[in-house]
């Protein structure tokens, strides 16, 4: 061939792999904060709606965070379409799908040459099988970028001395970068041998760790969609040390006495979506903890369970940061609490620049409540005078109502009062037709807006509130 014929696919490669660099050096970036969060001062309460509004540079009144993952989404469609595939299938590795067979082995020796492989993987475990596995880690980095296509059921060892090398984890993706998975079948981790052990269900039964049923850890630019996970051993997916995230319909389903089975667990994670989920659980629906920031979740439906909440912090006097949190169109359904903010006596640190909006209560222990003072313990906590300081919160169009006489409750530190709390028309009466209660102790308010007349005569609303 001559050189004129070899110089336009030299041009088209040298094109794409400038095109890939830059895109990806974009598209891929560093996080805006390395650890916590250092808080800001000089904020101007009564301008908080307009502050909301931007916040180092992130619109949060259109805040999503697809805008950006979108824009890697786009890139990687057009990369994957000048790339070949390869299909992974656990099948080809010796999975057996029986629901009795171990197929952890298989699974393992599957990732193992997706996770090598050039080009872009489709990891496919096929429906119609039942795949049982123990504790197993899918690790990374990948010379590929992999879509873990989930199709059939895979189910938990019920033995718990499988877990005996790990307590904390079952299904594990480890430092994946540009990771999809897609459900359509079912995670299911085969609970119940780890709840009638717990010491919530029998107090004279020590307290031990308990699986949770997957983890993604230290990932970045992930999707996770159309995920059904029942019945976890303690927390159903738990998001940690990752950046970039979009989660949406997953389905959470466990009873509402199992212990610690938080939905959607998000911890030390920056830029995360969570969209269109269901959840009912025995615990948080959705929990934002220590070293989360840009964290939105939308079109969440909650219940049983107990909300969503903000914590807990501040445990064991620790200094934890949670930050720039949306949670916007959610339907909670006879939880025992509605959207909480939880922290320890004793703690440091602060929860702020936080967002409750469009949000609908059905018979709700608890609708609104910053818990300052709370206690996890079987004795009571002792007193102390530091606390994680909680700040810039704002509560607008919430609606419905509560299962108990106390509909807002604000148990604030006396030395670190909630700053900054902004109401907007929030309208929340008792199930029974009585009037619902509204508590504030230690609340400094910005501008306020409407709330229910329910709220509005001396006998349901205590000194401090608006």
Known sequence: MSLENNFLPCFIISLLSLLSSCCTSSLIHNSPVDGYVQEESGYDFGAYPSYFGHF???NF????????????????????????????????FGAKGDGNTDDTKAFQKAWTE???????????????????????RFSGPCTSDITVQISGNIIASDDRS???????????????????????????????????????????NPCTEAPTALTFYRCTNLVVQNLKIENAQQMHVSFEKSKNVVASNIVVNAPENSPNTDGIHVTDTQNIQISSCTIGTGDDCISIVSGSQKVEAMGITCGPGHGISIGSLGSANAKEYVSDVVVNGAKLSGTTNGVRIKTWQGGSGSASNIKFQNIEMQNVENPIIIDQNYCDHNKPCKQQSSAVQV?????????????????????????????????????????????AKAVCKNVEFANTGTLSSKFLNSESVSPGCP
């Open 391 to 435: 700040k810039n919160v704002v509560y607008q169009n919430i609606t419905g109502t509560s299962g108990t006489d106390v509909a807002i409750n604000f148990n604030c530190s006396k030395n670190h009062p909630c700053q900054g709390i902004v109401m907007q028309n929030v309208s929340l009466v008792a199930e029974n037709g009585e009037n």
């Open 61 to 92: 009144e259109n805040y999503s965070g697809k805008k950006k993952l979108h824009g890697l989404s786009d890139f990687k469609k057009f990369r994957r379409s000048l790339t070949a595939s390869v299909t992974i299938n656990v099948l080809d």
């Open 114 to 136: 997706a996770c090598s492989s050039s080009g872009d993987v489709n990891f496919v475990v096929p429906q119609n099988k039942d795949y049982l596995l123990k504790p197993i």
């Open 56 to 58: 180092r540079g992130v």
């Open 162 to 204: 499988d877990y005996s090398k790990d307590l904390s984890h079952w299904l594990v993706f480890d430092s994946v970068q540009n990771l999809i998975v897609k459900g359509g079948g079912s995670i299911n981790g085969n609970g119940n041998i780890w709840w009638q052990n717990s010491c919530k269900i029998n107090k004279a």
